[in-house]
């Protein structure tokens, strides 16, 4: 079975520039997460999204920051306008049960940022 | 409200001797918890989990793990380690309030 996919795996960009980010689950799974991963930290989940609804976004900077996931499938997240505090690894991942306690997440190999 | 602490943020032991990764939680409810591993330049991986049956895990390549609620611990044991195992090691609390928080992480070292 084909894992989750990430795309680009690398972005370089200047700070105000915006940037977006792609990500395709594994297929069937209704559950999508994104999480920031700064450098010499653990993964903070900044959106969930079950099927196309969004079940939290409480980490979301959303002054910035933005996330769909159109029919329920691939997800994209925007970044608008960049800060150098968002350099980080972007992590994507997805997961197969329903409910919200007790899942097992599969993760993409992340799309790594670079703010200038 | 939910928090993980992972109690080392580096650990090294000698290939072919013991690995203890040690994780204490708080949560409100009755935990999830996960061990994922995080090898370079690779994709988080599932160790193991416990979703509140027995409460020794067992997961892939020779890990388990014990909950241990009188202590709030979940660490992350292996016999005899390998230097395949070298990686960062996360634990993550998850409960019935929907949060799903990550630890800072655990680099392990192999010393061969």
């Known amino acids: 079975e084909a894992g989750v996919a990430q795309s680009p795996r690398y972005k370089i960009i200047e700070k105000r520039q915006s940037v977006a980010f792609w990500c395709n689950p594994i297929?069937?799974?209704?559950?999508l997460y994104w999480y920031q991963q700064i450098l010499g930290q653990g993964p903070k989940l900044l959106i969930q999204?079950?099927?196309?609804?969004?079940?939290?976004d409480s980490q979301l900077p959303k002054d910035r920051f933005s996330a769909e996931r159109l029919k329920g499938v691939d997800s994209t997240l925007k970044i608008q306008p960049a800060k150098l505090e968002d350099s980080a690894v972007y992590l994507c991942?997805?997961?197969?049960?329903?409910?919200?306690?007790?899942?097992?997440?599969?993760f993409g190999p992340g799309t790594r940022l670079l703010v200038l | 409200a939910q928090s993980v602490t992972q109690l080392d943020s580096h650990v090294s032991v000698s290939e072919g001797t013991p690995v203890l990764l040690r994780c204490n939680y708080s949560?409100?409810?009755?935990?999830?918890l996960f061990w994922y591993v995080q090898h370079p330049n690779k994709g988080l991986q599932l160790l193991l989990k416990?979703?509140?049956?027995?409460?020794l895990v067992k997961g892939i390549n020779g890990f388990e793990a014990e909950f241990k609620k009188s202590e709030t611990s979940f660490h992350l044991t292996k016999p005899s380690a390998h230097m395949s195992d070298a990686a960062e090691y996360f634990c993550?609390?998850?409960?019935?309030?929907?949060?799903?928080?990550f630890g800072k992480g655990t680099r392990l070292h192999i010393l061969p």
């Open positions: 991942a997805s997961s197969p049960e329903g409910g919200r306690w007790g899942r097992t997440q599969y």
């Open positions: 297929s069937g799974h209704a559950t």
């Open positions: 999204f079950q099927n196309n609804g969004v079940v939290d």
């Open positions: 949560s409100s409810y009755s935990p999830s």
């Open positions: 416990y979703t509140s049956a027995a409460t």
């Open positions: 993550v609390v998850s409960d019935s309030s929907d949060k799903i928080i």
